[in-house]
């Protein structure tokens, strides 16, 4: 039997980590083709239709282990992170880094390995340093589930097409980040979800509702999120969360750039995990200027 169905469909639905699922409501976004031409809109799909197609219990499966990566997952992943940690809304909200998108632009050039990167290794990239842990095999049943639901959430969208829906916002990279002022908004904004010290919040079965920011169980040096303005750009637009009186959480609008940066290089400077291999990051030698030696 599928490990699905060891907690059945209706389960699957409703499980979620970190308070990471999505509403389910009519969102689109228009398309365009690789050469630009338009295409029809891109409607993100109800996780309720999932039972309508023929791997269903492949796809979520994968839900599952995007939302649940740490449970499902505990001799891979060190960290206490998911995957569903950084991809908010289950991978459908703009500038949450939204999995829309993904299946359909890899193969692609990885600017930090400076090589060609598959689908596969932009997961194993994720494992072993916002996971700090250890890459998957690319033909298991977990890696191949995780893509069978961002082949599903990319819908019948075509290989080179793009729905406009950005990853990231824009973020002022030439402030100069004050992390003792970021201390300060950190334990405002963001240590009644994520801990005093960064450790986190568990609810009341234990489970990491809000993932630890830093220490041993956060993510490691090489994670894009240990990056100040890398880090400043998710929160900016996704963070804090639970302000807002309409929308979904995570609609972010609450900080400015300057705040953004100051809260993002007081924390993603505390103590975390080491990830040596970074030494072979940009080859060239053309690092960002954040980037974590």
């Excluded at 995780?146 to 729905?163: C, F, T």
Aim: proline content about 8%; charged content about 20%.
């Amino acid at each position: 039997m599928s490990k699905l169905f060891t907690l059945g469909w209706a389960s699957a639905l409703l499980i979620t980590a970190g308070f990471s699922y999505a509403i389910d409501k009519t969102i689109s976004y228009s398309v365009v083709d690789k050469d630009g031409n338009p295409l029809p809109d891109y409607v993100v799909p109800s996780d309720t239709d999932i039972p309508n197609e023929p791997n269903a219990d492949q796809i979520f499966y994968g839900k599952r282990l995007l939302n649940e990566t740490k449970a499902l997952m505990p001799d891979k992943v060190g960290s206490h992170m998911n995957c569903n940690s950084c991809h908010v809304e289950q991978g459908k909200k703009p500038h949450g880094a939204p999995y829309i998108n993904t299946v359909n632009s890899f193969p692609q050039i990885n600017p930090r390995a400076e090589r060609m990167f598959s689908l596969e290794d932009r997961i194993n990239g994720c494992m072993q340093r916002s996971m700090n842990g250890k890459p998957l095999d690319d033909d298991s049943e977990e890696m191949q589930a995780m893509i069978a639901y961002m082949k599903w959430l990319a819908q019948d969208v075509p290989h080179g097409g793009r729905v406009e829906i950005d990853n990231s916002g824009p973020i002022d990279m030439s402030l100069v980040p004050d992390p003792l002022r970021g201390a300060e908004i950190y334990a405002v904004q963001c240590a009644a979800c994520h801990g005093a010290n960064g450790e986190g919040k568990r609810d009341a079965s234990g489970t990491m509702a809000f993932p630890p920011l830093w220490g041993d169980e956060s993510f490691n040096l090489g994670a894009g999120m240990a990056r100040t303005y890398k880090a400043a750009a998710f929160i900016k637009y996704n963070m804090p969360m639970g302000i807002n009186t309409q929308g979904g959480w995570g609609e972010g609008g609450v900080l400015s750039d300057q705040d953004a940066v100051d809260v993002a290089e007081f924390f993603t400077h505390q103590p975390r995990p080491d990830y040596p291999a970074k030494i072979y990051d940009f080859p060239s030698g053309n690092k960002p200027k954040d980037f974590r030696d």
